[in-house]
Each structure stands twice: as C-alpha cells, then as structure tokens.
Nanobody, 121 residues
Framework: QVQLVESGGGLVQPGGSLRLSCAAS????????MGWYRQAPGKQRELVAR???????DYADSVKGRFTISRDNAKNTVYLQMNSLKADDTAVYYC???????????????WGQGTQVTVSS
C-alpha cells in the first residue's frame, strides 16, 4: 500500500517561512513527477509547484521567487520551502506524486491527506 504523508504546516506571520515535507512509502518501484497543490476555502485546487524525477521544476506565477520545490529521490521525499509568505498563501497544501508500485502493480497518481498553512498576524 503506497501512501504520501505530509508534514510541516502551521500558523505563520506574514513575511515568515515554512517548509513542507512529503514522504512516499510502500512498495514503490519508481516515482515520476512530484508536486504540491493547494486549495483555499471557496476556491479550486491549484498547482503550486512541480518537480520531475530529473529535477526540472515548474511554479505557479504567484509563488515564483518565494517558494522552492526540491526532492530527495533516495528518501522518496519532496519538499516545499515557502518564504515571504502572504495571507493569500493560506490554504490546505496537498502533495501529489505519480508512482509505479509493486503491490498493487500499477502506475497511479497518489495524493497526501493535506496540511493546513495559515498566514496571519
């Protein structure tokens, strides 16, 4: 059984920083792209940042220059370093990964359970 477990969310003041982590576990053969999405109340889920298995990154315009995505392939973990946080960054952040697993034998798009990030003074 493959699962993604997120950590690192919380309450932070405007201008502050947080680092999110997402670890994949289970009978994993390989992981393709990994990414972070977010969903604010009353809004659709949106892509924040994505990173391929080779390290190519892609960011939403709203976070460019403030957020950095990275991954540790040996640990099957993706990170999101968030700096200069704004109130508009408040949302539930979800980890996503395309994973080839041994059991069940398949390629599947997995999601984490979400972690709350609140930016407020």
């Amino acid at each position: 059984q493959v699962q993604l477990v997120e950590s690192g969310g919380g309450l932070v003041q405007p201008g502050g920083s947080l680092r999110l982590s997402c670890a994949a576990s289970g009978s994993i053969i390989s992981i393709n792209a990994m990414g972070w999405y977010r969903q604010a109340p009353g809004k659709q889920r949106e892509l924040v940042a994505r990173i391929t298995s080779r390290g190519t990154t892609d960011y939403a315009d709203s976070v460019k220059g403030r957020f950095t995505i990275s991954r540790d392939n040996a640990k099957n973990t993706v990170y999101l370093q968030m700096n200069s946080l704004k109130a508009d960054d408040t949302a539930v952040y979800y980890c996503n990964a395309g994973i080839y697993s041994l059991s069940p034998s398949r390629f599947y798009d997995y999601w984490g359970q979400g972690t709350q990030v609140t930016v407020s003074s």
